[in-house]
């Protein structure tokens, strides 16, 4: 018998551009899991401008994130982003709290609370880098979740290069968040500049350097996807028997 011709399901997952675009959309939750993440760290920085008042900045960020996620489960739809969002706010409360302990002064309780951030991204950024200079790129795992080998993509070439193409490009902008706040929080931590002006920067510049970011470099992976068609190749097991 010839040759199944290819179903509207397969068409799906039959190239690595297309596994890829389905994973990372799952992995940020689309929109709504973007603004779910942004909206507490919006709210902190803005209660923090206007009150300069840090545990009702904390309350409210944290308050904020609470709604959300009693909407999510009234929906009966994943809570994983909000639950996301809510773990950032609880280690970066944990670090204001060790500041206030340590004798800190309001200020610098508010700039322990974006050290978290600056020292994820910084993390994130060296661990991703790591597995593309190794030639095993974070998102060839991806196409090997899909299908049902984790490492058989890494024998071909093509492959790998344009998953390697792809985690460089989440790399970038964790690269740029800390290359722009470290030195700020730096500054503002040493007294080089006003503290309060060093948290108000911090504030600004997580919601500029943060979702719209994140978009523009998805964005400039949509199109570098939308460039090539490269086959998945199926774990041998499944192969179709002659």
Not at 192 to 211: F, R, T, Y
Not at 222 to 233: D, E, K, Q, Y
């Amino acid at each position: 018998m010839s040759e199944p011709t290819k179903t509207a399901p397969a068409a799906d997952t039959d190239t690595v551009e297309a596994v890829v675009r389905q994973q990372l959309s799952k992995a940020l939750g689309g929109r709504r899991g973007m603004a779910e993440a942004a909206v507490p760290t919006i709210l902190f920085t803005l209660t923090w401008l206007t009150m300069r008042d840090l545990d009702t900045a904390i309350y409210v960020s944290v308050g904020a994130a609470l709604v959300l996620l009693v909407i999510r489960l009234v929906q009966r739809s994943t809570v994983q982003f909000v639950v996301n969002a809510l773990f950032g706010i609880g280690i970066g409360w944990y670090f204001v709290y060790r500041s206030a302990a340590a004798g800190g002064s309001e200020q610098d309780q508010a700039l322990a609370y974006f050290l978290p951030g600056i020292l994820y991204n910084g993390g994130y950024a060296l661990v991703l880098g790591f597995t593309c200079v190794i030639g095993w790129p974070l998102v060839g795992f991806m196409v090997g979740s899909i299908t049902g080998d984790p490492t058989a993509w890494h024998s071909d070439r093509q492959v790998v290069k344009l998953c390697s193409r792809l985690t460089w490009l989440l790399v970038a902008p964790c690269v740029l968040r800390v290359v722009i706040q470290a030195p700020i929080w730096l500054a503002g931590s040493s007294g080089s500049i006003d503290p309060d002006a060093a948290v108000a920067a911090l504030g600004v510049l997580k919601i500029v350097l943060g979702w719209p970011l994140q978009l523009a470099a998805l964005g400039t992976m949509v199109w570098l996807l939308s460039r090539n068609r490269t086959p998945v190749t199926p774990a041998t097991g499944d192969a179709t028997p002659a």
